[in-house]
């Protein structure tokens, strides 16, 4: 292989390397260089104070990151809940290999705290909004009228027939069930009549299923 071909073959290594172009990109992509110092799951630990020039200088030949870059997911990073959860009293802060780079201080564990909880209350109140409006869009959406339903037929008043004046041929109302065929007596028995309904069908007829 010539020099020529050989820097040929640089330049196109170099043009393939996909340049990272978000934090969250960058995030995984330092942690997989640096897995003792930057996490991706569970628990951040406390970086070690001016990690950023020393992660600058590890990468200063990687063309993927650029330092301004860098710098804006390193800021992401140590503002994520899973990092200031692990800001606590008695952390110890790590560098880019998990070496111990001192104590975290008071001060900053209580900085720590205070951008938690600041965090966990606009994200509360950015919840509460979001509810309120997806309440206020269901009050303002129409309600849909069900037409599936038949509509409710007012109840029919039956009044009950004296059984001792009725005689052949009189009109009654049967009930049957919620609903009242009409009738006409073909025949008075002792407690009950035979009578014939409209379709024709002859059936008996307790009193109490008897109504004028």
Not at 98 to 118: D, R, T
Not at 183 to 202: H, M, P, Q
Request: aromatic content about 6%; overall charge positive; hydrophobic content about 35%.
């Amino acid at each position: 292989m010539t020099d020529s071909q050989l820097d040929v073959q640089i330049e196109d290594t170099s043009s393939n390397l996909q340049k990272l172009t978000n934090n969250k990109e960058i995030i995984a992509y330092l942690a997989e260089k640096f897995p003792l110092c930057f996490i991706l799951e569970g628990e951040a630990k406390p970086l070690k104070i001016g990690l950023f020039q020393d992660l600058a200088e590890a990468l200063k030949d990687d063309e993927r990151v650029s330092k301004t870059q860098l710098r804006h997911a390193l800021r992401q990073y140590t503002s994520n809940w899973r990092y200031l959860h692990g800001c606590r009293e008695g952390a110890v802060r790590v560098d880019l290999y998990g070496h111990s780079a001192g104590v975290l201080e008071a001060e900053h564990v209580a900085h720590a705290a205070q951008q938690l909880a600041e965090a966990k209350a606009k994200f509360a109140e950015k919840r509460k909004a979001e509810l309120a409006e997806k309440k206020a869009q269901q009050k303002r959406q129409p309600r849909r009228q069900n037409f599936s339903k038949a509509p409710h037929k007012p109840r029919v008043e039956l009044t009950a027939v004296d059984f001792s004046s009725l005689s052949t041929g009189d009109s009654v109302k049967v009930k049957v069930g919620d609903k009242a065929k009409k009738g006409t007596i073909v025949e008075v028995l002792k407690d009950s009549a035979r009578v014939e309904l409209e379709n024709g069908l002859v059936m008996n007829v307790t009193v109490d299923h008897l109504f004028s």
